[in-house]
């Protein structure tokens, strides 16, 4: 049986449980019999224990027994279901998967379902993770957005991944220049692993390197404590996906106030921007100038083009 195969039912078992809770072995097989990865067939005693310890090793996810109730349920100290809980790259394939094995059950219906473009960094995906893990160097060819040619021959002592906007980054550092960087790997070409042995420094902590960052810009600023004054409706969106993992949210009558520990970056007054009038900046002041400043530049170019067209 495929690898691929396996972790489908592994990803399967654990999704049922995080979604539905505790469930006894019946009620797991009845589930499991009427899935896609069952497919009518049932869930035998010894193949689901031996998943329950697949799980365990692959995910770190504990599935518990219950003898008071013959139940069945994930253990809370690795439950990745609760917020903020569990290890983030675990969390993230889980639902990848479930998600990947849901899309699947709804390939009927496969021409009412949209989805967003995704760049593909997947061929480069694959180099970068052998790279960090076996701590060599990694050559490639990099043509941002913001030059028109290519640099070729870039060598990079890869630290650490993230993923962003649904795009994959590669942060670490630049042996020619001797500092680190961010490349988007959808920007990427020619990637090539070399025999070139690197050791991540140890006052490089992975974790801290873009715990300010709204997106993937470090500068080398300190973070300001930023404050965000929305209506009720705005505080919605804000507290359903926050813009950074320091949110913090103080509830009024009808308006809300968001605070966070954040850099102040190009990528991070753009968000600002997006969200319009619905949000309005209450500190720093450097960020009030900076967002004022983009807007009436954004207004002169409009007012050139009145007057240009008048």
Known sequence: MGGSSLLSKYTWLVDTLRRTGRMTRAEINRRWMDSTVGNGSELRRRTFYNYRQAVADLFGVEILFDPSTDEYYISGDSDTSAPGGGDSVTDWLLNSAAMSGMLSDARSISDRIFLE????????????????????????????????????????????????????????????????????????????????????????????????????????????????RTDSRQAKYLRALPLHPSQQEMIHDDFSIFTYELLLTPDFLRELMSLGPDVTVIAPPELKTMLAERLRETLKLYDNDNNNNG
Request: net charge positive.
């Open 117 to 228: 473009h995704v760049p593909s960094a997947r061929q480069n995906l694959a180099p970068m993770i052998e790279a960090i893990k076996n701590e060599r160097v990694v050559r490639f060819d990099y043509h941002p957005f913001s030059r028109s040619v290519e640099t070729r021959g870039i060598e990079l002592e890869p630290y650490l991944l993230k993923l962003f906007r649904q795009r994959w980054y590669v942060a670490g550092r630049n042996v020619a220049e001797g500092r680190i960087k961010t490349y988007a790997l959808d920007r990427i070409s020619e990637p090539t692993l070399t025999s070139t042995p690197f050791i991540m420094p140890p006052t490089f902590d992975p974790k801290e390197y873009f715990r300010y960052s709204f997106g993937i810009v470090v500068d080398r600023q300190k973070p300001r404590r930023v404050t965000l």
